[in-house]
């Protein structure tokens, strides 16, 4: 297993830009897929973003493709969700999560139930 913790949200203005971070500690952080999700107020969980192990594939969901990029630094334990053009809409908690993988570094999963280990969620508010 893997611990996870997400860090750089806050209350931005319409237009401006956060990134989050996502620490992973306690097993080599190679060889785990990663996404970012998150849960708006009276919204269900809903993908944002995912990443290979390797870190050559990434995945975005429609509403954020073009304004958001996932990147991660093994060497650093950490994984990044830079977030740019932010909307109100935007509006949520974001939770990053991790599973194990074994394939060959092209594999990302897009669904919640995909994912066994999850952070804590940090907060990301934009105003209008």
């Known amino acids: 297993q893997v611990q996870l913790v997400e860090s750089g949200g806050g209350l931005v203005q319409a237009g401006g830009s956060l990134r989050l971070s996502c620490a992973a500690s306690g097993r080599t952080f190679s060889m785990y897929a990663m996404g970012w999700f998150r849960q708006a107020p009276g919204k269900e969980r809903e993908f944002v973003a995912a990443?290979?192990?390797?870190?050559?594939?990434?995945s975005y969901a429609d509403s954020v493709k073009g304004r958001f990029t996932f990147s991660r630094d093994n060497a650093k334990n950490l994984v990044y969700l830079q977030m740019n053009s932010l909307k109100p809409e935007d509006t949520a908690v974001y939770y990053c999560a991790a599973v194990r993988t074994f394939d060959s570094g092209r594999t990302y999963y897009t669904t919640a139930d995909a994912y066994n280990n999850w952070g804590q969620g940090t907060q990301v508010t934009v105003s209008s």
């Open positions: 990443i290979s192990w390797s870190g050559t594939i990434t």
